[in-house]
T-cell receptor
Framework: AQSVTQLDSQVPVFEEAPVELRCNYS??????LFWYVQYPNQGLQLLLK??????LVKGINGFEAEFNKSQTSFHLRKPSVHISDTAEYFC?????????????FGQGTELSVKP | GAVVSQHPSRVICKSGTSVKIECRSL??????MFWYRQFPKQSLMLMAT?????????EQGVEKDKFLINHASLTLSTLTVTSAHPEDSSFYIC?????????????FGEGSRLTVL
């Protein structure tokens, strides 16, 4: 069964500093990987996705993530964060061979950007 | 991008009453819709998967008679919390997957916060 682990529940960081949110997944088969962002009292918005091809994926708002198959990781990075990046971030995995299948979420990482 | 609208965004009801939450895909046809429940500071818990015109598939531990899901059209799914109790208070989020979309690439509603008194 697939599972996702986000190693940090909370990440405080100062504005304009770089940040990395860690995500590891567990799966014996190929996967699709996603990062979603949730602002307070809102639904989720897709930041970026890895389906295949280049392991470095660029998303919206200056975020990027790197797929590392050997380490089964998909860490999210941003070189310089803004106050507006304060939100909850979820890593998720799905099975590409199961159309209409479930999206399995990690526990979430709360990114708090301080001035 | 595609838009999913959820209504109401907030609802307060008395214990024992039923509450209906609507989830609409505004500019695409959603072959599959998912309903999640989220507790404070926690991840999303998948409750059920619904496909248009067929019965919803519920996750283990979710009471199908309590959480009624209807997916009557390709743009509308509803979640009805029947005989709500305070422990049903939560943030409910729907998501939709369009025809031919990548598995897991979902569009989410804004969420509905249910408070049962």
């Amino acid at each position: 069964a697939q599972s996702v682990t986000q190693l940090d529940s909370q990440v405080p960081v100062f504005e304009e500093a770089p940040v990395e949110l860690r995500c590891n997944y567990s799966s014996s088969v190929s996967v699709y990987l996603f990062w979603y962002v949730q602002y307070p009292n809102q639904g989720l918005q897709l930041l970026l996705k890895y389906l295949s091809g280049s392991t470095l994926v660029k998303g919206i708002n200056g975020f990027e993530a790197e797929f590392n198959k050997s380490q089964t990781s998909f860490h999210l990075r941003k070189p310089s964060v803004h106050i507006s990046d304060t939100a909850e971030y979820f890593c998720a995995v799905s099975d590409p061979y199961n159309q209409g299948g479930k999206l399995i979420f990690g526990q979430g990482t709360e990114l708090s950007v301080k001035p | 991008g595609a838009v999913v609208s959820q209504h109401p965004s907030r609802v307060i009801c008395k214990s024992g009453t039923s509450v209906k939450i609507e989830c609409r895909s505004l500019d695409f046809q959603a072959t599959t819709m998912f309903w999640y429940r989220q507790f404070p500071k926690q991840s999303l818990m998948l409750m059920a998967t619904s496909n248009e015109g067929s019965k919803a598939t519920y996750e283990q531990g979710v009471e199908k008679d309590k959480f009624l899901i209807n997916h009557a059209s390709l743009t509308l799914s509803t979640l009805t919390v029947t005989s709500a109790h305070p422990e049903d208070s939560s943030f409910y989020i729907c998501s939709a997957q369009g025809q031919g979309a990548v598995t897991g690439e979902l569009f989410f509603g804004e969420g509905s916060r249910l408070t049962v008194l």
